[in-house]
């Protein structure tokens, strides 16, 4: 893999000066490209329904509105900030048909390309611009001066510039001004599903959960076990976040050290890693995002239905009533480095690691 910067991206602009870039879709990401791209100096315009709350936003923002199919005919780079799973769709009725040589399809996340879903013709340049935040900290970072990082790959290149277009596009959003990391559709589609799935929305979150069921089950106080197990958490990933594991370590008790690094290891072990490893090889596969197909082309009833659950859960009671009480204290936890300071033994729901 290779990072590059804004000494790498500087010659990479001529290949989008005068170009219409048309970003379909108004939501989270496509806010943050469409906006950030216009204030680095490019015509912008974008594809959204008509009518709909995010036309009225991006209208509101002082952009031309169009059809998903008129903005494309306009663009000459076209950038796909839509769902994964409505993408395919928009794609095949509005799009496609507005191909031709000479254009640059643009994607801000690989699944769709990796899994098949969406096939462009081959005289058409293929990109992505894969940023590592929310489309909210993107524009926020980019109107104070700095970045987000992002990742960027090319899967066709029948112009020999789509590299140049990608590396064109990161700087305009931001990008370069923190890090632009050079890869390939698959890794970043197959990693970050895993990131997702294993970890970050999946593995964290049910070991909160059976934390607090444990805590819960044994007689402690439901709000109690929301603290130790749940609000405490932000703390502890903001130093990872800002410096490391080790550096975390550094900061906190030598209790919170010896406790976590003896008692850890005895929860993710090889029986973890074995199903890390099938939830690996279920995306890889295209398991998972045949599966994931047939769900939302059904309506996505099971995704609701265990949407409705989690809300219902007592560990979301526990947490809105722990959340009214600490107010101040999440404004504080937000600070840069304020976990540094904060101690880990608990004798009140405001303290912390």
Request: aromatic fraction near 6%.
């Amino acid at each position: 893999m290779k990072m590059l910067n804004s000494k790498d991206t500087a010659a990479a602009a001529a290949s989008l000066k005068g170009v219409t870039i048309a970003v379909i879709g108004y939501g989270n990401q496509g806010q943050a490209h469409a906006r950030n791209l216009r204030n680095s100096g490019h015509h912008v315009v974008v594809g959204q329904r008509p009518g709909g709350p995010n036309a009225i936003l991006a209208q509101r923002h002082g952009f031309e509105i169009h059809s998903a199919r008129d903005a494309a005919s306009k663009a000459d780079l076209i950038i796909l900030a839509l769902p994964d799973e409505t993408m395919a769709d928009i794609y095949h009725s509005d799009i496609a048909p507005t191909l031709k040589a000479g254009k640059t399809l643009g994607f801000v996340h690989g699944f769709n390309i990796r899994f098949g879903r969406i096939k462009p013709p081959a005289d058409v340049d293929v990109i992505m611009v894969a940023l590592n935040g929310t489309g909210r900290l993107v524009r926020l970072a980019f109107e104070q001066g700095h970045g987000v990082a992002a990742m960027v790959a090319v899967h066709q290149n029948p112009s020999g510039k789509a590299r140049e277009k990608a590396l064109a596009w990161a700087a305009g959003i931001g990008a370069d001004r923190a890090a632009i990391i050079e890869t390939t559709f698959a890794d970043e589609a197959e990693t970050d599903l895993f990131g997702e799935q294993a970890v970050l929305c999946g593995g964290v979150v049910e070991l909160i959960r059976a934390g607090f069921e444990v805590l819960v089950g044994a007689g402690y106080p439901p709000e109690l076990a929301y603290v130790g197990c749940m609000h405490e958490m932000k703390q502890v990933i903001d130093l990872m976040y800002e410096e490391g594991v080790a550096a975390m370590r550094d900061k906190i008790s030598n209790t919170a050290k010896y406790g976590g690094l003896t008692r850890g290891q005895r929860l993710v072990g090889d029986t973890m890693k074995a199903e890390m490893r099938r939830i690996l090889e279920e995306i890889r596969s295209g398991r998972f995002a045949e599966e994931w197909g047939r769900e939302s082309q059904s309506g996505a009833p099971r995704l609701a239905a265990m949407m409705e659950q989690e809300r219902l859960s007592p560990m979301e009671a526990a947490g809105k009533t722990v959340r009214s009480w600490m107010k101040n204290a999440l404004l504080d936890a937000s600070m840069p480095h304020a976990a540094s300071h904060a101690h880990h033994h608990m004798p009140q729901p405001a303290s912390g690691h």
